[in-house]
C-alpha cells in the first residue's frame, strides 16, 4: 500500500471516528434538552412515575435556514403494571448531523418502592443499541450497533423529586480506536417540585447538574408555569462547557409554551439559542433550536406536572 494511500485512508478513519464520537454525543445532547417534559430521557428510574401510559412524540430542528442542518426525531412511551410497582418503557431516536444519521433504540424498566405515605422510590435500568457511522483500517466506514446500558434512581413525593442516574455506563470501541474522551457518559443530578401560587397557578421550579469526567461542570435551572392547567410557559437557563472544541460552551436559554387540549393530548413548542457547532459557524442568519411536541395520554387519572 503507498504512503498517499495510506495517509488518505488514516485521514478518513481519523474523521469517521470523530464523526462517531459527535455523533454519540448528539443522542445525547438531543435526549438532555428534553429531559423537562420526558424525564425518562436521562433517568430511567422514572420509567413509570408518572402512573398512567404515556406517548410522547418531539421533532427537532436546527437552524431552519442552514441547509443539511442537524434534525432528529424522539418518541417515548412508558407505563405501569402489577399495580403501579414495576414502570416499563420505550424510547426511540432518529438523529441526523449534516450527511451522518444515527439511530438508538432503547427499554427502561423500574421498580417503585413505597418508602412512606409521602415519598416513593424508583430504581430502574435501562438497555438498548445505538446505531453510529464507524470506520477502521480493515473494514472501511459501516454503520455499527453498539450496546447501552444505565441506571438510574428517582425519589419523589407529590411536591418534590429528586434524582441521580448514568444513563451511559458502557465504554466503547469504536473500529480499532478508543475515542472515550467523545462517546459521553454523564451523571446527572436533578432536583424539582411543584407549588401551587395560586388555585389557578401552578409553579414548577428544576434544576439539573451534570458531571463529566475532564469536563466543565453544567448546571440547568429554570421553572415552568402551568395557568389553569390549559397553558404553560417557562424558561430556563444552561450554563457549563467542556476542554476542547467539540464540547464547547453552551450558555443559552430555553424558551418553553405548552396547551393542554383536553385530557388527552398536550401540545408544546420549545425554542433555545443555542449557537451553531463549528461545522456552521460561518453561517450569519438566524440561528437556534426548534422543537415541537405531541404528548397522548389514552386514559388520564388527571393533569400531569412532568
Same mark, same amino acid.
Given at each position: 500500500?503507498?504512503? &498517499?494511500?495510506?495517509?488518505?485512508?488514516? *485521514?478518513? &478513519? &481519523?474523521?469517521?471516528?470523530?464523526?462517531?464520537?459527535?455523533?454519540?454525543?448528539?443522542?445525547?445532547?438531543?435526549?438532555?434538552?428534553?429531559?423537562?417534559?420526558? /424525564?425518562?430521557?436521562?433517568? /430511567?428510574?422514572?420509567?413509570?412515575?408518572?402512573?398512567?401510559?404515556?406517548?410522547?412524540?418531539? @421533532?427537532?430542528?436546527?437552524?431552519?435556514?442552514?441547509?443539511?442542518? /442537524?434534525?432528529?426525531?424522539?418518541?417515548?412511551?412508558?407505563?405501569?403494571?402489577?399495580?403501579?410497582?414495576?414502570?416499563?418503557? @420505550?424510547?426511540? &431516536?432518529?438523529?441526523?448531523?449534516?450527511?451522518?444519521?444515527?439511530?438508538?433504540?432503547?427499554?427502561?424498566?423500574?421498580?417503585?418502592?413505597?418508602?412512606?405515605?409521602?415519598?416513593?422510590?424508583?430504581?430502574? *435500568?435501562?438497555?438498548?443499541?445505538?446505531?453510529?457511522?464507524?470506520?477502521?483500517?480493515?473494514?472501511?466506514?459501516?454503520?455499527?450497533?453498539?450496546?447501552?446500558?444505565?441506571?438510574?434512581?428517582?425519589?419523589?413525593?407529590?411536591?418534590?423529586?429528586?434524582?441521580?442516574?448514568?444513563?451511559?455506563?458502557?465504554?466503547?470501541?469504536?473500529?480499532?480506536?478508543?475515542?472515550?474522551? !467523545? %462517546?459521553?457518559?454523564?451523571? %446527572?443530578?436533578?432536583?424539582?417540585?411543584?407549588?401551587?401560587?395560586?388555585? =389557578?397557578?401552578?409553579?414548577?421550579?428544576?434544576?439539573?447538574?451534570?458531571?463529566?469526567?475532564?469536563?466543565?461542570?453544567?448546571? =440547568?435551572?429554570?421553572?415552568?408555569?402551568?395557568? !389553569?392547567?390549559?397553558?404553560?410557559?417557562?424558561?430556563?437557563?444552561?450554563?457549563?462547557?467542556?476542554?476542547?472544541?467539540?464540547?464547547?460552551?453552551?450558555? %443559552?436559554?430555553?424558551?418553553? *409554551?405548552?396547551?393542554?387540549?383536553?385530557?388527552?393530548?398536550?401540545?408544546?413548542?420549545?425554542?433555545?439559542?443555542?449557537?451553531?457547532?463549528?461545522?456552521?459557524?460561518? %453561517?450569519?442568519?438566524?440561528?437556534?433550536?426548534?422543537?415541537?411536541?405531541?404528548?397522548?395520554?389514552?386514559? /388520564?387519572?388527571?393533569?400531569?406536572? !412532568?
Amino acid at each position: 500500500m503507498s504512503t &498517499l494511500s495510506t495517509l488518505v485512508r488514516a *485521514a478518513g &478513519l &481519523l474523521v469517521l471516528v470523530l464523526f462517531a464520537g459527535q455523533a454519540a454525543f448528539a443522542q445525547r445532547e438531543v435526549m438532555l434538552e428534553q429531559y423537562v417534559q420526558n /424525564p425518562m430521557a436521562i433517568n /430511567p428510574g422514572f420509567t413509570g412515575v408518572r402512573g398512567d401510559f404515556n406517548m410522547t412524540a418531539i @421533532f427537532r430542528r436546527k437552524w431552519f435556514n442552514i441547509r443539511n442542518s /442537524p434534525a432528529s426525531q424522539t418518541f417515548a412511551a412508558d407505563g405501569t403494571i402489577a399495580d403501579g410497582k414495576i414502570g416499563l418503557g @420505550f424510547q426511540a &431516536l432518529n438523529d441526523q448531523t449534516s450527511y451522518f444519521t444515527t439511530t438508538a433504540f432503547s427499554g427502561s424498566f423500574a421498580y417503585h418502592l413505597g418508602l412512606s405515605d409521602k415519598w416513593k422510590l424508583g430504581l430502574g *435500568a435501562q438497555g438498548g443499541i445505538n446505531v453510529l457511522p464507524i470506520s477502521d483500517f480493515n473494514y472501511g466506514g459501516t454503520n455499527r450497533a453498539l450496546g447501552s446500558f444505565g441506571l438510574g434512581a428517582w425519589l419523589h413525593s407529590d411536591q418534590l423529586y429528586f434524582g441521580v442516574s448514568k444513563p451511559e455506563l458502557l465504554s466503547q470501541q469504536f473500529g480499532n480506536q478508543s475515542i472515550a474522551n !467523545y %462517546y459521553r457518559r454523564p451523571l %446527572y443530578l436533578t432536583a424539582g417540585g411543584s407549588y401551587d401560587l395560586s388555585p =389557578d397557578v401552578m409553579m414548577l421550579p428544576h434544576v439539573l447538574v451534570i458531571q463529566e469526567k475532564d469536563h466543565d461542570l453544567r448546571v =440547568d435551572f429554570g421553572s415552568r408555569f402551568w395557568f !389553569y392547567e390549559k397553558v404553560g410557559l417557562g424558561a430556563s437557563y444552561r450554563i457549563g462547557g467542556g476542554y476542547n472544541s467539540f464540547s464547547a460552551k453552551v450558555d %443559552y436559554v430555553q424558551l418553553t *409554551a405548552e396547551v393542554q387540549l383536553g385530557q388527552n393530548v398536550r401540545l408544546g413548542y420549545f425554542y433555545s439559542t443555542r449557537q451553531a457547532e463549528q461545522i456552521y459557524a460561518n %453561517y450569519n442568519g438566524p440561528k437556534g433550536v426548534h422543537e415541537l411536541m405531541l404528548k397522548f395520554i389514552p386514559n /388520564p387519572a388527571g393533569f400531569q406536572k !412532568y
